[in-house]
């Protein structure tokens, strides 16, 4: 299963109103900002460079992101949109280096300290990682929690750490029940411990809140198979054909390959 961590930003949100300017790179000049706060001109800005970013357009986004930081040198958002560029682009030296720096001035920064964690996850620094996870997740008036704990259930599970793993994850579900992604998770790392019984709970709670994808049908499937249940398994199988013909998971059956 495909696990993406979660990056985190206050600030980026659909904006209401109209953009107070739009900067065109190439251009001779710029359209000059209305008489806005910095911190309202900032957050348009970081919304622009993400815009671009998503289109692969990487140097308007840079320079967005950096008048964002020009607008509001003390705004975290700025710098953590600066730091993602980074990563983007490849450039983790210094994707580090502005991590460090926004820790440093906003140590107490939830949203900083989630987003830092995923960096070093990915870069397979998991204790630093959980280091940073855990510190998200006890500050005050924190509402994401539920995130940070997935985060750093997937980075555990990613250094082979599983009972930390099942830990975090079955945290980030109390936090928030509807979290069906995790429930997947946690059936197949049940099914990974040869617990079959214990995924098969996993994946009927699954199906009270969500509807059948190629994972879940291909999770039942193994837990049928792991359980015994040779016709129930087949069952599953012929689903996948009918409802996701073109899904790995429906090939991998036909192919005898489970």
Not at 145 to 152: C, T
Request: proline share 3%; hydrophobic share 35%; with cysteine.
């Amino acid at each position: 299963m495909k696990r993406h961590l979660l990056l985190l930003w206050a600030a980026i949100i659909s904006l209401p109103g109209c953009v107070t300017e739009t900067t065109i790179i190439g251009k001779n000049s710029e359209r000059q900002e209305n008489s806005i706060d910095g911190a309202s001109a900032a957050k348009t800005r970081i919304e622009l460079g993400m815009g671009y970013l998503n289109k692969g357009q990487m140097a308007p986004a840079k320079y967005n992101f950096e008048k964002a930081i020009e607008m509001a040198p003390n705004n975290a958002d700025a710098y953590l949109a600066m730091a993602y560029y980074y990563q983007s682009v490849g450039d983790n030296a210094s994707a580090q280096k502005t991590y460090e720096q926004l820790v440093s001035s906003h140590s107490n920064n939830p949203d900083v300290l989630n987003n830092y964690g995923t960096f070093l996850c990915r870069n397979s620094n998991y204790s630093e990682a959980d280091e940073m996870f855990r510190r998200a997740v006890v500050q005050p008036r924190y509402l994401r929690m539920d995130d940070s704990y997935e985060n750093a259930g997937i980075c555990a599970r990613q250094a082979g750490q599983k009972e930390k793993a099942l830990e975090y994850y079955r945290l980030a579900l109390g936090y928030n029940p509807n979290k069906v992604r995790l429930m997947l998770e946690l059936a197949e790392m049940a099914l990974d411990a040869h617990k079959p019984d214990e995924a098969q709970r996993w994946l009927t709670t699954y199906r009270q809140k969500a509807n059948e994808t190629p994972q879940s049908l291909w999770l039942s499937l193994r837990t049928a198979q792991e359980q015994g249940h040779i016709a129930d398994m087949h069952v599953f199988g012929q689903s996948l054909i009918q409802q996701f013909p073109s899904s790995t998971q429906a090939k991998r059956y036909q192919n005898n390959d489970y």
